[in-house]
């Protein structure tokens, strides 16, 4: 589908490089996307960045301290492009902390980063709306925080969109 549309967001770079696991090794600042389709064909983009990555960042006054030992904040933006209705209406994923899975920098997963603490340490106008079909058939742009709850200071963070493969980013 084209668009004369301008977008806020870059387009994805083709050709990045994959982990063993399938998913794209990813930056901070650099575009990603979800491609619908509809009898196979592109039926519209879901873009995002993941503009920023902070380990332990400055949460609400009366936040409860971490669980499992510091907290880690990103920063996203979400932009819909071109997604009709029909298939906006098959996304069955969420930007949201349980779409998150953290590991150490050996490779260990640490399960549990989606604490009540984590969800308590940004003002509710800093947490990332839910990404629902309604939101995307209408491509309404989108920018917002998700916190986990990790225990160690230093790994990486895989986004899973239940899609083929995810998106691995670095921390720490």
């Given at each position: 589908m084209t668009?004369?549309?301008?977008?806020?967001?870059?387009?994805?770079?083709?050709?990045?490089?994959k982990n063993a696991y399938g998913d794209l090794i990813a930056k901070p600042g650099e575009a990603n996307g979800v491609t619908f389709t509809s009898d196979d064909q592109p039926d519209g983009e879901l873009i995002f960045v993941v503009s920023k990555i902070t380990l332990d960042p400055k949460c609400v006054a009366g936040a409860a301290k971490s669980?499992?030992?510091?907290?880690?904040r990103i920063d996203l933006e979400v932009e819909p492009r071109d997604v009709s209705a029909e298939s906006a209406e098959l996304w069955s994923s969420s930007f949201a902390a349980p779409s998150w899975v953290a590991y150490d920098a050996k490779g260990t997963a640490q399960p549990g980063t989606d604490t009540e603490e984590a969800g308590?340490?940004?003002?509710?106008?800093?947490?990332?709306?839910?990404?629902?079909?309604r939101l995307i058939a209408k491509g309404t742009f989108v920018k917002g925080s998700v916190?986990?709850?990790?225990?160690?200071?230093k790994g990486t963070v895989v986004l899973d969109l239940n899609t083929d493969g995810g998106w691995e980013f670095q921390y720490g």
């Open positions: 668009s004369t549309r301008t977008w806020k967001l870059p387009n994805p770079e083709p050709g990045r490089k669980r499992r030992g510091h907290f880690l308590g340490c940004l003002k509710s106008e800093e947490q990332l709306p839910y990404v629902d079909s916190v986990l709850d990790v225990s160690s200071a």
